[in-house]
T-cell receptor, first 111, second 114 residues
């Protein structure tokens, strides 16, 4: 039973549009992460947060931004979508040193 | 810095055969180790994890993994593969100290032949 939710599951959008990918978790986890994954490829960390009002960029440079105003919510925003942003975006949360709990992902296509 | 190597990009096994997926890590101390599985178009699901203690850990779906410090390995095994096991498998390492981000391997794509 998933306790971390990502919406939408699929999104097709035109170039130049602003989009927000939603990620919410009900477990009260402090740490949250965004990964970008191309089909059949490895995961690249693009943003993470260790608590409210704390956000950091990950290992892969990304034009997206994130916010963490509430513990349970960690949205990712693209101000102006481009075809190069087409990918799957995975959100995860973590408590302490334990493993991540992942959402089902958002598959974004920019046309 | 910690790192993970999964040397096999693709593996094909017959249904009912045994499976071993390789994972080697690099980390200065005793790591936290994880195996995840990803079905097409889905997020990652935790199969099992190793923190300390018994080096053979049992997970869900009949999988197990063995931590071998001398070989810096954490290979995933299953004695008899089912067609539904076809998926992408990721090994990950986490640090026992501060900073809890996981580092993932590049994944191994498992194909099961009927």
């Amino acid at each position: 039973e998933a306790d971390i939710y990502q919406t939408p599951r699929y999104l097709v959008i035109g170039t130049g549009k602003k989009i927000t990918l939603e990620c919410s978790q009900t477990m009260g986890h402090d740490k949250m992460y965004w990964y970008q994954q191309d089909p059949g490829m490895e995961l690249h960390l693009i943003h993470y947060s260790y608590g409210v009002n704390s956000t950091e960029k990950g290992d892969l440079s990304s034009e997206s931004t994130v916010s963490r105003i509430r513990t349970e919510h960690f949205p990712l925003t693209l101000e102006s979508a481009r075809p190069s942003h087409t990918s799957q975006y995975l959100c995860a949360s973590q408590q302490g040193n334990y493993g991540y709990t992942f959402g089902s992902g958002t598959r974004l296509t920019v046309v | 810095a910690q790192s993970v190597t999964q040397p096999d990009i693709h593996i094909t096994v017959s249904e009912g055969a045994s499976l071993e997926l390789r994972c080697n890590y690099s980390y200065g101390a005793t790591p936290y180790l994880f195996w995840y599985v990803q079905s097409p178009g889905q997020g990652l699901q935790l199969l099992l994890k190793y923190f300390s203690g018994d080096t053979l850990v049992q997970g869900i779906k009949g999988f197990e993994a063995e931590f071998k410090r001398s070989q810096s390995s954490f290979n995933l095994r299953k004695p008899s593969v089912h067609w539904s096991d076809a998926a992408e498998y990721f090994c990950a390492v986490g640090s026992t100290g501060g900073g809890n981000k996981l580092t993932f391997g590049t994944g191994t794509q498992l194909k099961v032949e009927l």
